[in-house]
C-alpha cells in the first residue's frame, strides 16, 4: 500500500521560503503513470492544486503560484518537495501531498496534511 507523508515547518514569517517534503513509501516516485501533487486547503476554503512532478520528472504548475512555487524531487530518498517562496498570511493552509495515475482526476493516495500558518 502506498502512503505519503508530508514533513515542514509548521510556522513561517512573512517574506521567508519553507520547503514541505513529501516521502512515499510502499511504492516508487518513478512509477510508470503517476503525477505527484501538492494541494493546499486555506482555512474556510477549498482545495487548491498547486503543482505536479511526473513520474518522469516533468513539473506542471498552477499558473497563478507558478513563480513562487517550485518543485523538486529526491529519488534516492523517495521525496517530492515543495518549495514556496515569499511566504504571506494567505499562504496559510493544510498543505497536502497526493499521488493520481496519469489520464484520472482522482487521487488515489494522499498524506495525512501538515498546517502551515505564516504570521509575524
Known amino acids: 500500500q502506498v502512503q505519503l507523508q508530508e514533513s515542514g515547518p509548521g510556522l513561517a514569517k512573512p517574506s521567508q521560503t519553507l520547503s514541505l517534503t513529501c516521502t512515499v513509501s510502499g511504492g516508487s516516485i518513478t512509477t510508470d503513470g503517476y503525477f505527484w501533487s501538492w494541494i493546499r486547503q486555506p482555512p474556510g476554503k477549498g482545495l487548491e492544486w498547486m503543482g505536479a512532478?511526473?513520474?518522469?520528472?516533468?513539473?506542471y504548475y498552477n499558473p497563478s503560484l507558478e513563480s513562487r512555487t517550485p518543485l523538486s524531487r529526491d529519488t534516492s530518498k523517495n521525496q517530492f518537495t515543495l518549495q514556496l517562496n515569499s511566504v504571506t498570511p494567505e499562504d496559510t493552509a493544510v498543505y497536502y501531498c497526493?499521488?493520481?495515475?496519469?489520464?484520472?482526476?482522482?487521487?488515489?493516495?494522499w498524506g495525512q496534511g501538515t498546517q502551515v500558518t505564516v504570521s509575524s
Open positions: 512532478i511526473r513520474y518522469s520528472g516533468s513539473t
Open positions: 497526493a499521488a493520481r495515475r496519469v489520464g484520472s482526476s482522482e487521487y488515489e493516495y
